[in-house]
Structure formats: structure tokens, C-alpha cells
């Protein structure tokens, strides 16, 4: 095994991770399907093992993939950040950047972006607000907002983002909150039978918004309760009421009393993450945003 390799195939590696599609990757990165195949045999002959299993709906990363992965974040990152130190010696990087985000995200990784970027630059200012997306939207559209991140995925509308360019962000596994004293507590992973008869603490979104609710696989859930902010639902469950659904980004909050269980289920496809701008370059200022919003993404996704 030689992994004397260049950082590009630790980037095409990575796309793939971050987007689960090599379709997808090969978008995000402007090289054709067949480059980043090749890319990403190159990768797997150097590291001796097979990263990706093919199947008709997609690739799956094997073990050494995600291993793998994690290295290759952190080579990057310090690549990454050698170039952004050489070019602060002569052009220290201001300005002001403004990012609205959902609610969920603002929970850890909104604000460890915004502590990075100060730590990096500190002659630069960020301003964050939090909304919903069709919010977020408008906003970008009219010109209040540089970046934003957004939800899609199961559950959610087909939002219009003509003029929008998306970059799909590691978002992390859904899991299941539940007390600490709760059958399931005391197991790494479930599987979605196991999650049948159990009831539910659900969220209930203002005006109609979004919200996690039961495991999205589950036909017919026991809903027991309906509620609008997460430290609500998080005490019910604390409190032994029910279990609700919970996602990567919101497991920071989560208080000794709670436990979060990985689910194993393919067919709960669960959200996604996009970060999105208009169409066209990024300037320095809004381009360290976006590296770091990334950074703090792949640190979430990879706990």
C-alpha cells in the first residue's frame, strides 16, 4: 500500500462521501463521471482495498472508505489552510459576509464556522440570522443574504432553485433520542422493527414548516405529543414520555439524561444539507465562510 497520492483523489474521494453519488461528485467537482471513476480507482489501487460497493441504486463506502475519508478531511484541511495562511501575509481577508441558516443547524455548526473564521480572520464579520428556507431563498434571490444553508430531502418540497447554486454538505446519520433508562439505551444500533411500537415525541413547525417527526420508514407511528422547539422534545424524552427522531446536527444538545441510538434501515432516506448561493464566483471573504461551514460539517458527520 503507497499513499503517496495527490490531494486530488483525497478531494474526489471526499465529493463522493459528501454527496453519495458519484454522479453527483463528478458535478460538484466540473469533471466528467468517467474522470472521477477513474479518480477514485486510482485511490483504491494505491490504498489496497476497495472504497465504494457499486449496486443499481448507487455506492455504498465500505469501512476503509470512511476511515479513509476522515484522514484524507484532515489532509486537506491542513492544505487548505497553508494556502489561506500564505495569502493572509500579504492580503489579510475582510469584508462582511451575511449566512442565514434552519434552526438545526445553528445548534453546533453555525457557531463553531463562526468561531473558526474569527480564530482565521478576525478582520472579518459574519452576520447570521436563522430562518426557514423558502426564507432563505428570497433573501439569497434579493440579494440580503451570501450563503445559506438549506434542508431538502424526504418530507420536504422541491424548492425552487433556479439561479441557486447548491453544494450538498455531510449532514451525519439520523438516530433516535431516548431516556437513558430506555430499553433501547442500552444498544450501539437498532434496526427500524424495533422502533414499531414506540412512542413518539414529534415536532410541529410554525405556519406549516417542516418538522422531524416519527422514523420516516414507520407506516402508522403512536404519536404522542407534537412540539414546536427542540429542548422541549429533548425533555420529554428525557422524562421517559416517548423517543422522537433526531439528526446529526441537533445531537450537541442532547443532555447526560438522553442517549442517541444509530438506525439501521435502508429504506429511511432521511435529509439532506445544502449550502447555497447564487450563481457565479465567491470572493475571498465569502469563500473562507463557505471552508469553514464545510470543515465544521465533515467534524459533525464524522462523529
Do not use: C
Not at 470512511?66 to 484522514?71: D, H, I, N, V
Request: a neutral charge.
Amino acid at each position: 500500500m503507497d499513499l503517496d497520492v495527490h490531494p486530488q483523489l483525497f478531494r474526489a474521494l471526499r465529493a463522493v462521501l459528501d454527496s453519495g453519488s458519484f454522479t453527483a461528485a463528478s458535478e460538484y467537482l466540473g469533471y466528467t463521471q468517467s474522470a472521477l471513476s477513474k479518480q477514485i480507482a486510482a485511490l483504491e489501487a494505491a490504498a489496497g482495498t476497495q472504497l465504494f460497493e457499486r449496486g443499481p441504486r448507487g455506492v455504498r463506502p465500505t469501512p476503509a472508505a470512511r476511515a479513509l475519508g476522515r484522514r484524507a478531511t484532515a489532509v486537506l484541511d491542513q492544505l487548505d489552510g497553508a494556502r489561506r495562511d500564505l495569502a493572509d501575509l500579504t492580503n489579510p481577508i475582510s469584508g462582511r459576509v451575511r449566512i442565514d441558516a434552519f434552526p438545526t443547524a445553528a445548534m453546533d455548526l453555525i457557531p463553531h464556522a463562526i468561531a473558526d473564521v474569527a480564530s482565521k480572520h478576525p478582520s472579518l464579520e459574519i452576520l447570521f440570522t436563522e430562518s426557514s428556507t423558502p426564507l432563505q431563498l428570497r433573501r439569497l434571490r434579493a440579494g440580503r443574504l451570501d450563503l445559506a444553508l438549506i434542508a431538502g430531502g424526504e418530507g420536504l418540497p422541491d424548492w425552487d432553485l433556479a439561479g441557486i447554486e447548491t453544494e450538498p454538505l455531510p449532514s451525519g446519520e439520523l438516530r433516535v433520542a431516548v431516556s437513558r433508562d430506555h430499553p433501547l439505551a442500552h444498544h450501539d444500533r437498532v434496526t427500524a422493527a424495533d422502533l414499531g411500537d414506540q412512542r413518539w415525541i414529534a415536532g410541529r413547525g410554525r405556519g406549516g414548516e417542516p418538522q422531524f417527526g416519527a422514523w420516516p420508514s414507520l407506516t402508522d407511528p403512536r404519536i404522542v405529543v407534537e412540539l414546536e422547539s427542540w429542548s422541549a422534545r429533548i425533555g420529554f424524552v428525557a422524562a421517559g414520555m416517548g423517543i422522537t427522531t433526531i439528526p446529526a446536527l441537533a445531537t450537541a444538545i442532547v443532555p447526560d439524561t438522553v442517549v442517541t441510538v444509530a438506525v439501521d434501515d435502508p429504506h429511511a432516506l432521511g435529509r439532506s444539507m445544502l449550502l447555497a448561493r447564487m450563481v457565479g464566483p465567491l470572493d475571498v471573504a465569502t469563500a473562507s465562510v463557505r471552508d469553514a461551514l464545510v470543515r465544521q460539517a465533515r467534524r459533525i458527520a464524522a462523529h
